[in-house]
């Protein structure tokens, strides 16, 4: 065990110490917990996670190690401004293994705490809400001060960070990485039936997927392509994805939505639901510490069905700032926020949960078929 000291400083001038593991250096970020107790890879390269410190609730990470596959993002890097763990695993046993997870974020240039009290500090964080953090080996009051320093989350636009600059197609399925039938060998695909355009906000690789398994062929596009492109490009349905920081600073992509609703049918996941909601006049809002895990209970208003869904956000849409036409669809049984919403006569939905759920629960693929449905 390591005898070097680091320490994980909060704005409010709480310190927790630990060992450092990953790269040697001095981050910042939002401090937030995920309640997950799998998938730290897909946590770890989630575009939304950008400019956030991801303190993991389950007591030990790193057991399963990293592998090229699990990864989120779509250019492959690693998006957390820092990572916060109770014990990392010495040992990576498992099939798929290709790394450590020290070694993965040592080479991703990624600044790691361990044993840090993260029973305490998810509980700090709960009832004093999430807020700015520093990581180090400087000083506890050095770290404090840089904390108090960080950029705030509140307006800050962090979609033009991770989004591409250029489109690209995407063809890969769930099938890419499933195992292929033990007697046949093949993973089953799908023809084509719909043109996709997809705005990368910062989207995930298995949205990705589960549109090219529903059916879809996939044009991703930069966040700042204006309507006008989209349109000329000549989809049946436009997506729009998930992404990091706050939708309201984000006003090229409101923009940008408000030119399309109407003209296409349109679904929205997560940043992609506040976007469309803010396109229909509605305004978001930032929660406390907002949803972040995969065990996040949703009912579904439409059906009355309770669903189990993965989330990861810190902002919400403010319900009573909603138009009349925009339907309640989704609630967060938790705490009553918005968690999707419906415009039947522009063809248009969104929810702010992940249906694709890498991982996570699968209660809600069907909401891909949903929009396929919309578009036949």
């Not at 399963?64 to 916060?84: K, P």
């Not at 108090?148 to 962090?158: C, I, P, S």
């Not at 059916?215 to 392509?225: F, L, N, S, Y």
Request: charged share 20%; aromatic share 6%.
């Amino acid at each position: 065990m390591s005898t070097e000291r680091a320490y994980l400083a909060l704005a409010d001038g709480t310190v927790f110490p630990g060992r450092p593991f990953g790269a040697r250096d001095l981050t910042t970020g939002e401090a937030v917990f995920t309640t997950t107790m799998t998938g730290y890879q897909e946590v770890l390269t989630d575009p939304s996670y950008a400019g956030q410190i991801v303190v993991m609730t389950a007591s030990e990470i790193g057991n399963v190690g990293v592998n090229a596959e699990d990864s989120e993002s779509v250019d492959g890097r690693v998006h957390v401004a820092g990572f916060v763990v109770r014990d990392l695993s010495p040992l990576a046993s498992n099939w798929r293994s290709e790394e450590s997870l020290d070694a993965y974020l040592a080479r991703h240039g990624k600044v790691g705490i361990e044993g840090v009290d993260t029973r305490k500090l998810t509980r700090h964080l709960r009832d004093h809400g999430a807020q700015n953090a520093a990581i180090g080996t400087e000083a506890p009051e050095v770290l404090v001060r840089r904390a108090r320093e960080a950029v705030d989350m509140n307006g800050l636009d962090l979609v033009d960070v991770v989004s591409p600059r250029e489109p690209y197609r995407w063809t890969e399925g769930r099938g890419g990485w499933k195992v292929p039938d033990p007697v046949t060998g093949v993973v089953a695909s799908h023809e084509p039936k719909h043109h996709i355009v997809a705005i990368d906000y910062g989207i995930k690789k298995n949205i990705l997927r589960c549109l090219v398994d529903s059916g879809c062929k996939v044009t991703a596009v930069p966040a700042r392509m204006p309507a006008s492109e989209i349109l000329a490009l000549k989809p049946d349905g436009v997506f729009l994805s998930n992404g990091p920081g706050d939708p309201a600073a984000v006003q090229y992509g409101i923009a940008t939505v408000r030119d399309l609703v109407g003209k296409v049918p349109i679904f929205g996941i997560c940043l992609g639901h506040q976007l469309l909601a803010s396109a229909l006049g509605g305004k978001t809002y930032k929660l406390k510490f907002g949803h972040r895990g995969a065990n996040q209970p949703v009912k579904d208003l439409t059906t009355g069905r309770i669903e189990i869904t993965t989330q990861n956000h810190g902002f919400c849409v403010d319900l009573d700032s909603l138009p009349a036409r925009a339907q309640r669809t989704h609630v967060h049984l938790n705490d009553g926020t918005s968690e999707g919403i419906a415009v039947p006569e522009l063809r248009a939905f969104s929810v702010q949960f992940h249906p694709e759920a890498a991982a996570g629960p699968h209660d809600s693929l069907y909401l891909f078929e949903r929009f396929t449905q919309m578009m036949g």
